[in-house]
């Protein structure tokens, strides 16, 4: 039978067949276990699915009423309905706290949030918008634009700790079951804390060059926090720590790369392994430029790997890449399972399996988050096609 070997007698769950799969072990089948968050289940709810309480959520956070989390359907529940096994993504481990010297204000202005964080040595001002268009926030002001902003940046680290939040993940262990794994996050190395939520990618830039001093100084005590993070991070039940990079060489060249993002990686990799956790970076941009760097690198693999047009290498280019012993999570981009219908999302996620030269290793997914409107269909169609996919 399709899906099934001598090795594999039983039916998987899918947190069996998630590990397995992680751990390079034969499974039943190939698990698809699509990144969906509440950018997705928002669409979801609009088209019915979790009832009314449900749709009527989603239609608030589409006209731009600002929640920080839409509660419209539970992931583990959008996973399930689409056929995937659940690797939830960003499941609570630790708390932030920060000393009463620190003062965050925030103000809903229509789409507009405004966000500042209040110090002794000066304050840091944040403006995100809404997108009716594409159903998206983004950050139209960043908090750095200076020199004189990175003494305030570390003035707030310095005055930042971080609590256990256990229970929490264990929460989230019960809901998911057996269905799947919750996952922990680790914070990115600080260049890429920067290029997303600090200071864009031009600004970031001039600063390095600029003034390269100071941006050691910062980047030296960020790294002493995301150290002390992933300590904490470490000793909670989690399985599987990932550290959403977005590395991408749209943004980054491989010097850079070398220079400011590998070492950190490396080291929190590090304390990841020496407790016995999988250690993986979520890299969901264009990644060909840095094959050296990643078949090197100390992750145990990869998170989002996605192929042309958003990114530009496919599963089976990464693998032999990049080597048979790193876990590629990834394979299909979203945005065409967005546009496709049915039939040529079957041929499409059927062509990628067959150019794969091995599923271990491997687990089925999308090259980030399901895009907002994606037929529920097309999910189930890789369902479909995974469930009954000869292994190799």
């Not at 262990?173 to 996050?185: E, K, L, N, Q």
């Not at 012993?325 to 219908?341: C, Q, T, Y």
Request: proline share 5%; charged share 25%.
């Amino acid at each position: 039978m399709p899906g099934t070997s001598a090795m594999t007698h039983h039916a998987l769950t899918g947190r069996e067949r998630i590990m397995a799969s992680l751990r390079g072990e034969e499974t039943d089948h190939v698990s698809w276990a699509p990144l969906i968050d509440p950018y997705y289940t928002a669409w979801l709810a609009t088209q019915g699915y979790g009832g009314a309480d449900a749709v009527r959520g989603a239609l608030e956070d589409r006209e731009g009423l600002w929640t920080e989390e839409v509660d419209a359907l539970d992931i583990p529940y959008a996973i399930r309905l689409v056929g995937g096994d659940v690797l939830e993504r960003h499941s609570p481990t630790i708390r932030v706290v920060e000393d009463s010297c620190i003062v965050r204000r925030s103000l809903t202005r229509g789409s507009e949030k405004l966000e500042s964080v209040e110090t002794p040595v000066g304050s840091l001002k944040t403006e995100r918008r809404y997108s009716k268009e594409g159903h998206t926030r983004y950050i139209s002001k960043y908090p750095i634009s200076s020199v004189e902003d990175l003494k305030v940046l570390q003035y707030v680290m310095e005055h930042t700790h971080y609590e256990e939040d256990f229970a929490g993940f264990r929460e989230r262990v019960r809901v998911i079951g057996d269905d799947g794994i919750p996952t922990s996050d680790g914070p990115q190395s600080p260049i890429q804390h920067f290029y997303m939520f600090l200071c864009g990618v031009q600004a970031t830039t001039f600063l390095l060059l600029d003034h390269p001093a100071e941006m050691a100084e910062c980047f030296a005590v960020m790294h002493q926090k995301h150290l002390e993070q992933y300590r904490l991070v470490c000793e909670s039940p989690t399985d599987v720590v990932i550290d959403y990079e977005n590395t991408s060489s749209t943004v980054m060249s491989p010097a850079f790369y070398r220079q400011y993002s590998e070492g950190f990686i490396n080291e929190y990799a590090d304390i990841c392994h020496a407790a016995g956790k999988l250690f993986i970076t979520h890299m969901c941009g264009k990644l060909s430029a840095f094959t050296p760097e990643l078949r090197q690198g100390r992750q145990d693999g990869f998170d989002s790997l996605c192929p042309p047009t958003t990114g530009d290498i496919w599963a089976s280019q990464a693998r032999i890449a990049w080597g048979g012993d790193k876990i590629l999570i990834g394979g299909v981009e979203p945005a065409a399972l967005a546009r496709m219908d049915a039939s040529e999302t079957r041929a499409y996620v059927t062509r990628i399996l067959d150019e794969m030269p091995t599923l271990r290793r491997f687990v089925f997914s999308t090259g980030d988050a399901t895009p907002y409107g994606t037929p529920v269909e097309n999910l189930r169609v890789v369902a479909d096609v995974a469930a009954n996919y000869p292994w190799k």
